[in-house]
């Protein structure tokens, strides 16, 4: 038996007046998901527990089966696990993001989070400017992936608190600033950043008008300890992703993490390298997560048209190819389709609805509702609950 999870990050949504009150999946062409679905048990679930933040990192930790109440230390040090940082005990990791934030003095305003998705080899020649200046014997910067970085705190204090930028979108940013014991530090390296992306721009005339202000630090954490995937499940597996936190869970988690060139974890991304990798690794394994981060990103852009694409390349080259591989090349397999959180256009952050999920046996080609269409509103006219998300991998798996 193979199984395949395809986890739509951020796709679920709220109805909008500028789609007669429809949400963005609701109005995206879905046949293959909706042919699907006809033949599946759908239901809702929730991945995000009750007192913890929505965000990929509770919820895709909740995906892969690790209850995130017990497992969950934080996000950076997650995608610190990708990127090969070796942490220790007394280490503090933060995401590093660069961002773009406009305006003067006390009237600064978050504009965009991930500075224009900046690509990756722009982006390390600006933290490769920084890093002479901020490195020291207390902080260490990493380069990351587009503007997604990390910076070690050594023996770092833990409980400042933080803000994600994509929650602050549009908002004036001096509330929302590193605050607790020992945050000046940081808030005078995100200030000494800022005056050294002048420069490098400055020094730079290609890159004079770049979209990055700033950086940002937020998602704290310790190096979490998690049981292997394989000794809970008794099976071995890989994941497929553009973003180090995913990567990171599946190194922690002791999956194959298989990188695909031209993966951006956006529109241009590679689904076809992303569906061949997947379906290559069921020769060796039985199971295999594939991560689209699309839907979150253009969630968080409040971009309803660019969801809506990011939605139908998710249906026709992702659910539609996979499904197609799997027919003809095993008799026995699975399919599981699910978000995380849902990212809505109109929020432009992450909230905490129950999402739509459905799992498809190509043993039981069987449902447990009427419904003839994948979206939200079908998804909760089934009796199917789940209250603690990470026990839908165990259903899947079952």
């Given at each position: 038996?193979?199984?395949?999870?395809?986890?739509?990050?951020?796709?679920?949504?709220?109805?909008?007046?500028?789609?007669?009150?429809?949400?963005?999946?609701?109005?995206?062409?879905?046949?293959?998901?909706?042919?699907?679905?006809?033949?599946?048990?759908?239901?809702?679930?929730?991945?995000?527990?009750?007192?913890?933040?929505?965000?990929?990192?509770?919820?895709?930790?909740?995906?892969?089966?690790?209850?995130?109440?017990?497992?969950?230390?934080?996000?950076?040090?997650?995608?610190?696990?990708?990127?090969?940082?070796?942490?220790?005990?007394?280490?503090?990791?933060?995401?590093?993001?660069?961002?773009?934030?406009?305006?003067?003095?006390?009237?600064?305003?978050?504009?965009?989070?991930?500075?224009?998705?900046?690509?990756?080899?722009?982006?390390?020649?600006?933290?490769?400017?920084?890093?002479?200046?901020?490195?020291?014997?207390?902080?260490?910067?990493?380069?990351?992936?587009?503007?997604?970085?990390?910076?070690?705190?050594?023996?770092?204090?833990?409980?400042?608190?933080?803000?994600?930028?994509?929650?602050?979108?549009?908002?004036?940013?001096?509330?929302?600033?590193?605050?607790?014991?020992?945050?000046?530090?940081?808030?005078?390296?995100?200030?000494?950043?800022?005056?050294?992306?002048?420069?490098?721009?400055?020094?730079?005339?290609?890159?004079?008008?770049?979209?990055?202000?700033?950086?940002?630090?937020?998602?704290?954490?310790?190096?979490?300890?998690?049981?292997?995937?394989?000794?809970?499940?008794?099976?071995?597996?890989?994941?497929?992703?553009?973003?180090?936190?995913?990567?990171?869970?599946?190194?922690?988690?002791?999956?194959?993490?298989?990188?695909?060139?031209?993966?951006?974890g956006y529109l241009d991304t590679n689904y076809k390298g992303k569906v061949d990798a997947a379906i290559q690794s069921l020769k060796k394994y039985d199971f295999t997560m594939i991560h689209i981060e699309a839907p979150d990103e253009t969630g968080?852009?409040?971009?309803?048209?660019?969801?809506?694409?990011?939605?139908?390349?998710?249906?026709?080259?992702?659910?539609?190819?996979?499904?197609?591989?799997?027919?003809?090349?095993?008799?026995?397999?699975?399919?599981?389709?699910?978000?995380?959180?849902?990212?809505?256009?109109?929020?432009?952050?992450?909230?905490?609805?129950?999402?739509?999920?459905?799992?498809?046996?190509?043993?039981?080609?069987?449902?447990?509702?009427?419904?003839?269409?994948?979206?939200?509103?079908?998804?909760?006219?089934?009796?199917?609950?789940?209250?603690?998300?990470?026990?839908?991998?165990?259903?899947?798996?079952?």
């Open positions: 038996m193979k199984f395949v999870l395809i986890q739509a990050d951020g796709m679920p949504d709220r109805p909008l007046k500028e789609l007669g009150n429809r949400t963005p999946l609701e109005a995206a062409i879905t046949p293959f998901m909706d042919s699907l679905v006809q033949n599946s048990i759908m239901g809702t679930v929730n991945h995000i527990p009750e007192g913890m933040d929505s965000g990929s990192d509770v919820g895709n930790l909740s995906i892969l089966g690790y209850d995130p109440k017990e497992f969950f230390t934080g996000r950076s040090p997650l995608e610190a696990e990708s990127i090969g940082i070796n942490l220790k005990p007394t280490d503090i990791s933060y995401r590093c993001n660069l961002v773009r934030i406009s305006g003067k003095e006390k009237d600064r305003f978050m504009e965009d989070h991930s500075a224009g998705h900046i690509e990756s080899k722009v982006s390390k020649e600006i933290i490769d400017f920084l890093k002479p200046e901020l490195d020291n014997d207390e902080f260490e910067l990493h380069h990351g992936v587009s503007y997604r970085h990390i910076l070690v705190w050594k023996n770092g204090l833990s409980k400042i608190q933080t803000t994600p930028p994509h929650d602050i979108l549009e908002k004036n940013i001096m509330q929302f600033l590193p605050r607790g014991e020992g945050a000046e530090k940081l808030q005078e390296l995100m200030s000494k950043a800022r005056q050294l992306i002048m420069d490098f721009k400055d020094k730079t005339p290609e890159y004079k008008y770049l979209d990055c202000s700033d950086i940002w630090l937020w998602g704290q954490g310790v190096r979490p300890q998690i049981p292997s995937f394989k000794s809970i499940n008794g099976i071995g597996g890989s994941v497929i992703s553009a973003v180090d936190l995913i990567k990171g869970i599946g190194k922690l988690a002791g999956l194959d993490v298989l990188n695909v060139e031209g993966a951006t968080h852009e409040g971009d309803y048209k660019k969801k809506i694409q990011a939605i139908n390349d998710l249906d026709s080259k992702v659910i539609g190819e996979v499904v197609h591989r799997l027919k003809a090349e095993y008799k026995e397999y699975k399919v599981c389709v699910v978000s995380d959180h849902p990212t809505p256009v109109e929020l432009r952050t992450h909230s905490y609805e129950f999402v739509p999920f459905m799992i498809y046996d190509s043993r039981n080609e069987k449902s447990n509702h009427d419904e003839v269409l994948f979206n939200e509103k079908s998804a909760l006219k089934s009796d199917v609950r789940i209250n603690d998300g990470h026990e839908l991998l165990k259903i899947f798996l079952a």
